[in-house]
């Protein structure tokens, strides 16, 4: 699905800003139709943000259902004639859409965006009613699956086996945008080069093509100037003395595809994309043939007050301390992430595995979140329902994001029960399902501690092994020797196994900023440098270890429970983004690593 964008055939308005805001405590909101008048609230809501931190109201943070918002948008006058759209690039987890009394789309899944045609029920120049409508629940028919409980005195529960908070609502912008009957719907790219000359292989599906109406394509370096050409809505086309997209250095070209009829410009679509190709070989990860080592975190879109909201100064600082500190990639964890995101790693060169939002799918976690540890596969948790929207959840992901060329890997999950009797004739099909979408990227998925070398069913059904390991701190607590065994074992363990390049993609330790200890205590900032410093000590002599990515690049709030004091303290920077002690020894390592 492409970004909608300005161009001279496309105009783009942004729906940003307050919003009325109505929580639907008694579940009436769709029956009472209340997208059909003025919402009957006096609260208002900033859009983009997660509603859950914005009220000092526990009723309003805790509430699992509808969540009401609703502004009035005008139309520019000049649209007359012209097809317009309404596009969410998410809504989390689940939202309908109404333009004054119709309802224009409705879309499960809270981060990948959707869009409508409206042009039936607005006018050029008027305005009218926007009403979304938000659902956060999460059930065993959404990724991630969750559940919900009653309590003792009727309140709604909403329980899940992940550790992040479920933060939700209207998290990215919201796009009112025009573009011609004939258009540019869809573009894949593909891009390969032998010696110094790239080759692009493209596909454009044109809607409405009309009998006369051409498609043709040009390439344009970064500076603009055009350096190839070509005819048709599919075709390949060649750079001479082609600048590859590198780690580090992210040089883009444009793909400009027009749409052009009885000589005049009917539409035309800028893409950007970059000229690298992506292998495993052995236990290699080649980035244009050289081998590639990923130093860096897995993440969160998590803010103080806003939530998971999309923020591009957020943005910016976030990417300034990865580049600071040396990391040269990071993992979507646990979610795919705003679009601008994946556009800013494009553009600095930084290298990304991006994963879908399937996480929680163990029922091992149960013990952890408060239960009785529960099997994962079958009618009362991960079932079929579970494997629709994790199919719609690959496939809108790959969709969105297939074009960007710092994305490498797809990670299709996060720590899914991969031992259990069902695992693999679930898992099966999905990695298949990611591979038919897009043959040119490998794919993976996130291996949980308790499923070693051992016990693990599906790995060999992936392309890259990917290992969330926590030695020396959920276990071996505080014994980093006895850890550093272990963790030596298994690295050598899923070498001899698979064969394959290992990505460590979680390692970490809690920690306190502030408090310092000289013996092995853990959430000092000490043990936090120690227990990282001896996780490196070993992937420094495991040959198919190929990146390292720490647990997690910044403190994040989760939901309550008495394991987390304040949110997860994993973070080499705290929440508001200062850093630990760690921060400035994995700044030495990385930069000596990537020079
Ligand atoms: C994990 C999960 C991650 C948690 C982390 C932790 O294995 O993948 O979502 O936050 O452990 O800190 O427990």
């Given at each position: 699905?492409?970004?909608?964008?300005?161009?001279?055939?496309?105009?783009?308005?942004?729906?940003?800003?307050?919003?009325?805001?109505?929580?639907?405590?008694?579940r009436?909101?769709?029956?009472?139709?209340?997208?059909a008048?003025?919402?009957?609230?006096?609260?208002?809501?900033?859009?983009?943000?997660?509603?859950?931190?914005?009220?000092?109201?526990?009723?309003?943070?805790?509430?699992?259902?509808?969540?009401?918002?609703?502004?009035?948008?005008?139309?520019?006058?000049?649209?007359a004639?012209?097809?317009?759209?309404?596009?969410?690039?998410?809504?989390?987890?689940?939202?309908?859409?109404?333009?004054?009394?119709?309802?224009?789309?409705?879309?499960?899944?809270?981060?990948?965006?959707?869009?409508?045609?409206?042009?039936?029920h607005?006018?050029a120049?008027?305005?009218?009613?926007?009403?979304?409508?938000?659902?956060?629940?999460?059930?065993?028919?959404?990724?991630?699956?969750?559940?919900?409980?009653?309590?003792?005195?009727?309140?709604?529960?909403?329980?899940?086996?992940?550790?992040f908070?479920?933060?939700?609502?209207?998290?990215?912008?919201?796009?009112?945008?025009?573009?011609?009957?004939?258009?540019?719907?869809?573009?894949?790219?593909?891009?390969?080069?032998?010696?110094?000359?790239?080759?692009?292989?493209?596909?454009?599906?044109?809607a409405?093509?009309?009998?006369?109406?051409?498609?043709?394509?040009?390439?344009?370096?970064?500076?603009?100037?055009?350096?190839?050409?070509?005819?048709g809505?599919?075709?390949?086309?060649?750079?001479?003395?082609?600048?590859?997209?590198?780690?580090?250095?992210?040089?883009?070209?444009?793909?400009?595809?027009?749409?052009?009829?009885g000589?005049?410009?009917?539409?035309?679509?800028?893409?950007?994309f970059?000229?690298?190709?992506?292998?495993?070989?052995?236990?290699?990860?080649?980035?244009?043939?050289?081998p590639?080592?990923?130093?860096?975190?897995?993440?969160?879109?998590?803010?103080?007050?806003?939530?998971?909201?999309?923020?591009?100064?957020?943005?910016?600082?976030?990417?300034?301390?990865?580049?600071?500190?040396?990391?040269?990639?990071?993992?979507?964890?646990?979610?795919?992430?705003?679009?601008?995101?994946?556009?800013?790693?494009?553009?600095?060169?930084?290298v990304v595995?991006?994963?879908?939002?399937?996480?929680?799918?163990?029922?091992?976690?149960?013990?952890?979140?408060?239960?009785?540890?529960?099997?994962?596969?079958?009618?009362?948790?991960?079932?079929?329902d579970?494997?629709?929207?994790?199919?719609?959840?690959?496939?809108?992901?790959?969709?969105?994001?297939?074009?960007?060329?710092?994305?490498?890997?797809?990670?299709?999950?996060?720590?899914?029960?991969?031992?259990?009797?069902?695992?693999?004739?679930?898992f099966?099909?999905?990695?298949?399902?990611?591979?038919?979408?897009?043959?040119?990227?490998?794919?993976?998925?996130v291996?949980?501690?308790?499923?070693?070398?051992?016990?693990?069913?599906?790995?060999?059904?992936?392309?890259?092994?990917?290992?969330?390991?926590?030695?020396?701190?959920?276990?071996?607590n505080?014994?980093?020797?006895?850890?550093?065994?272990?963790?030596?074992?298994?690295?050598?363990?899923?070498?001899?196994?698979?064969?394959?390049?290992?990505?460590?993609?979680?390692?970490?330790?809690?920690?306190?900023?502030?408090?310092?200890?000289?013996?092995?205590?853990?959430?000092?900032?000490?043990?936090?440098?120690?227990?990282?410093?001896?996780?490196?000590?070993?992937?420094?002599?495991?040959?198919?270890?190929?990146?390292?990515?720490?647990?997690?690049?910044?403190?994040?709030?989760t939901?309550?429970?008495?394991?987390r004091?304040?949110?997860n303290?994993?973070?080499?920077?705290?929440?508001?983004?200062?850093?630990?002690?760690?921060?400035?020894?994995?700044?030495?390592?990385?930069?000596?690593?990537?020079?």
């Amino acid at each position: 699905m492409l970004k909608p964008q300005n161009s001279p055939t496309r105009e783009l308005v942004n729906v940003d800003g307050l919003f009325a805001f109505k929580v639907d405590y008694d579940r009436t909101g769709a029956q009472e139709r209340w997208f059909a008048a003025e919402l009957d609230t006096a609260l208002e809501i900033g859009v983009p943000s997660s509603f859950n931190d914005l009220f000092a109201d526990q009723g309003i943070r805790d509430h699992v259902g509808y969540l009401w918002y609703q502004r009035e948008v005008r139309v520019p006058r000049g649209w007359a004639g012209e097809r317009i759209f309404i596009r969410l690039d998410s809504a989390t987890h689940y939202g309908d859409v109404y333009v004054n009394e119709a309802l224009v789309a409705s879309h499960q899944g809270g981060y990948t965006p959707f869009e409508a045609e409206i042009a039936g029920h607005v006018a050029a120049g008027k305005t009218f009613r926007l009403t979304i409508a938000v659902n956060n629940e999460l059930t065993q028919a959404t990724i991630p699956p969750g559940s919900i409980e009653a309590t003792s005195d009727g309140r709604r529960q909403q329980k899940y086996m992940h550790d992040f908070y479920n933060y939700a609502g209207l998290h990215r912008s919201v796009w009112l945008y025009s573009a011609p009957a004939t258009r540019v719907e869809d573009i894949t790219v593909v891009t390969g080069f032998e010696g110094g000359t790239g080759r692009v292989d493209y596909t454009a599906a044109v809607a409405n093509l009309s009998a006369t109406a051409a498609v043709s394509v040009q390439v344009l370096d970064a500076a603009g100037a055009l350096v190839a050409t070509g005819d048709g809505a599919e075709g390949a086309v060649a750079i001479n003395d082609v600048v590859l997209w590198q780690p580090g250095a992210g040089y883009l070209y444009t793909l400009a595809v027009q749409v052009h009829d009885g000589g005049a410009l009917v539409d035309e679509y800028r893409l950007p994309f970059g000229v690298r190709t992506i292998e495993v070989s052995g236990k290699q990860f080649l980035i244009n043939g050289e081998p590639f080592y990923f130093t860096g975190f897995g993440m969160h879109e998590d803010h103080v007050t806003v939530g998971k909201a999309h923020s591009n100064a957020q943005m910016v600082n976030d990417f300034s301390l990865l580049e600071w500190i040396g990391a040269n990639s990071f993992r979507t964890s646990h979610y795919p992430y705003a679009e601008e995101v994946m556009e800013f790693a494009d553009r600095h060169g930084i290298v990304v595995i991006d994963e879908t939002p399937a996480v929680g799918l163990n029922g091992s976690f149960a013990g952890v979140f408060g239960g009785a540890p529960v099997s994962t596969y079958g009618e009362h948790f991960v079932n079929g329902d579970t494997a629709a929207s994790h199919r719609a959840a690959i496939t809108e992901l790959i969709a969105r994001d297939k074009n960007h060329p710092s994305v490498v890997i797809w990670s299709i999950a996060n720590e899914p029960n991969s031992s259990e009797a069902g695992a693999r004739d679930y898992f099966a099909p999905l990695a298949q399902l990611a591979r038919d979408l897009d043959p040119t990227r490998p794919v993976g998925y996130v291996n949980v501690m308790f499923d070693d070398f051992e016990k693990d069913t599906i790995t060999d059904l992936f392309d890259v092994i990917m290992l969330n390991r926590y030695y020396g701190w959920y276990l071996q607590n505080g014994d980093l020797a006895s850890a550093e065994a272990v963790l030596e074992r298994e690295l050598l363990g899923w070498e001899a196994k698979l064969g394959k390049p290992m990505i460590m993609a979680e390692y970490g330790a809690d920690t306190l900023p502030g408090f310092h200890s000289l013996y092995d205590q853990p959430w000092s900032e000490e043990y936090q440098s120690k227990f990282l410093a001896m996780y490196h000590r070993v992937f420094d002599r495991v040959e198919a270890l190929v990146g390292e990515h720490v647990w997690n690049f910044a403190d994040f709030a989760t939901s309550n429970g008495i394991m987390r004091v304040d949110g997860n303290k994993k973070g080499v920077f705290t929440r508001d983004r200062r850093p630990k002690a760690a921060a400035h020894e994995l700044r030495a390592r990385w930069t000596a690593l990537n020079n």
